[in-house]
């Protein structure tokens, strides 16, 4: 894998760099690492001029702030001479930020964090021929020079299915939340399950109130004729449906999560979700990332902050290659064999989606276990 060695092996002999608690860590290169756009960037000759757009004030300052740092965190590790990235605020508007961005030279642009902001930015950065890698998810706005980094709920309800028709599944039921996310989880359930040869007999919407997940699952076949049953939503939710299932015919049924799940421990402390399976990111390199993040910044990241570190030891990678001065060779993001940073293997399809390797967890008394691995490379 193209960053394989670069994610582990920096991951722990990077700890070299982290700062011991209650020193204070020493100033930044003047023209290496994320901050505040100052007016009048110095010229650059030797380093690529790479923008970080994420919000740094206003309601989501705290996950912009979280991936700035792990951009921080890549720099160090990856100890480039290559690459100087800047922070752009998107909080008080993307467009201009990215307007910004363009007019100080930048080639690369990492991020926005939100679909809409995406949207804001992306004629501008075409128009400059800068492409654009974004931490959203959202699939309406990828292509035409915008790659996607986020995480894929339909790949994750995808690679979960799959796992359970493995097992002689082929019966499928699914719950699902009313709204966008419920909307494609519902299109990747009836897609992964035509896919793996089985049969979906029942799909409920909900709206989240707890008379409406009641009524949603008292709809399902109450004679137990489904092998399995998709809850298509974070761990609050699940915690409900799974007791209401066992209860009303489903009492055998395998239940199946989302990559939601990956960060909600507490569903692991709830009898009726004991064995259900989900599909998710590898979180065995993420942990070492969180540990040096607590011990450089004093706080834990947010889980987005992987998406910012691998984001930058992409641009590392492609910085090899890449002429100063010259526009960024896009047409190294679409490498068959992919990359491989702190979320595993990945690597972006022709519509500018990131296809990653996911892992299959069961939830167990009071933790996760692994029962499926992620595949370590993609197949030619």
């Known amino acids: 894998m193209r960053l394989a060695a670069m994610a582990g092996a920096l991951l722990i002999a990077g700890c070299q760099s982290i700062i011991p608690k209650g020193e204070a860590p020493p100033p930044p290169p003047p023209t290496t690492g994320p901050g505040v756009v100052q007016p009048g960037l110095p010229t650059d000759t030797e380093r690529h001029r790479v923008a970080l757009l994420v919000p740094m004030t206003g309601s989501n300052a705290k996950v912009g702030q979280s991936i700035a740092n792990a951009t921080t965190l890549a720099l160090l590790d990856t100890k480039t001479q290559k690459v100087r990235i800047t922070t752009y605020d998107t909080s008080a508007g993307a467009a201009a ?25 992306a004629p501008a950065a075409r128009k400059a021929g800068v492409p654009i890698i974004s931490f959203s998810n959202d699939l309406s706005v990828a292509g035409n020079g915008v790659y996607l980094l986020g995480y894929n709920p339909a790949e994750s309800i995808g690679r979960v299915v799959s796992y359970a028709k493995t097992q002689g599944m082929t019966r499928f039921a699914g719950l699902t939340p009313r709204g966008t996310y419920g909307e494609r989880a519902s299109t990747a359930l009836l897609r992964g399950v035509e896919a793996a040869g089985g049969t979906v007999v029942s799909m409920q919407g909900f709206d989240r109130s707890a008379g409406s997940i009641t009524a949603a699952v008292k ?25 209401l299932i066992r209860a009303n015919g489903g ?36 942990r070492q990332l969180a540990s040096k993040y607590r011990a450089r910044y004093g706080e834990t990241p947010f889980r987005l902050a992987a998406l910012g570190y691998d984001a930058v030891l992409l641009t590392v990678r492609v910085a090899q290659d890449w002429k100063v001065g010259t526009p960024f060779p896009a047409r190294k993001l679409l490498a068959s064999d992919g990359f491989s940073g702190i979320d595993g293997a990945f690597r972006f399809t022709r519509n500018g989606v990131a296809e990653r390797a996911l892992e299959v967890q069961q939830v167990n008394a009071g933790s996760f276990s692994v029962i499926d691995p992620a595949p370590r490379s993609f197949a030619p």
């Open 251 to 286: 009492e055998k049924a395998k239940i199946l999560g989302t990559e939601l799940w990956n960060t909600e421990s507490d569903i692991a402390g709830v009898p009726a979700l004991r064995g259900a399976w989900f599909a998710s990111v590898s979180d065995g390199l993420y």
């Open 97 to 121: 930020a990215a307007q910004r961005a363009l007019a100080d030279g930048n080639r690369l642009i990492l991020g926005p964090l939100l679909a809409e902001n995406v949207r804001d930015v």
């Open 219 to 243: 709809k399902l076949p109450q004679d137990g004729s489904y092998d399995a049953v998709l809850i298509a939503d974070g761990g609050r939710v699940a915690m409900q449906a799974a007791a």
